[in-house]
């Protein structure tokens, strides 16, 4: 639902989906402090979701709906694909309901 309100309140001429100053891609430190604000004001702090929690969900469930294991290594930008196939190999079944998976 927060996804929907920001991509219907977010500048279109915009090439990222979310963006620094500039046009440019939000940093990995700048990114992830955001996030861990947000854990924390949602209260989500003892449940350890991390930014990689967030990558793999998302990894799994492009896999889920069918993305192709070489597709899939690109957008992650796995140099190996025996990295991209770990996501693949740590699913059962469907990937649980949560938005976030927590990564061991």
Same mark, same amino acid.
Request: hydrophobic share 35%; net charge positive; with cysteine.
């Given at each position: 639902?927060?996804?929907? =309100?920001?991509? $219907? +309140?977010?500048? !279109? %001429?915009?090439? @990222? /989906?979310?963006?620094?100053?500039? %046009?440019?891609?939000?940093?990995?430190?700048?990114? $992830?402090? +955001? @996030?861990?604000?947000?854990? !924390?004001?949602?209260?989500?702090?003892?449940?350890?979701?991390?930014?990689?929690? &967030? +990558?793999?969900?998302?990894?799994?469930?492009? &896999? %889920?709906?069918?993305?192709?294991?070489?597709? &899939? !290594?690109?957008? =992650?930008?796995?140099?190996?694909?025996?990295?991209? +196939?770990?996501?693949?190999?740590?699913?059962?079944?469907? /990937?649980?309901?949560?938005?976030?998976?927590?990564?061991?």
């Amino acid at each position: 639902m927060v996804l929907k =309100l920001w991509l $219907r +309140r977010r500048d !279109q %001429n915009q090439e @990222f /989906v979310f963006y620094g100053r500039g %046009n440019k891609p939000v940093c990995y430190s700048t990114g $992830r402090s +955001r @996030f861990v604000k947000y854990i !924390q004001k949602a209260g989500l702090e003892p449940k350890g979701y991390t930014v990689h929690c &967030l +990558r793999h969900t998302f990894a799994s469930e492009l &896999l %889920n709906a069918g993305m192709r294991l070489e597709c &899939l !290594q690109q957008l =992650l930008g796995h140099q190996d694909i025996e990295v991209t +196939r770990r996501y693949a190999g740590s699913r059962t079944g469907p /990937v649980r309901k949560s938005i976030f998976v927590p990564w061991p």
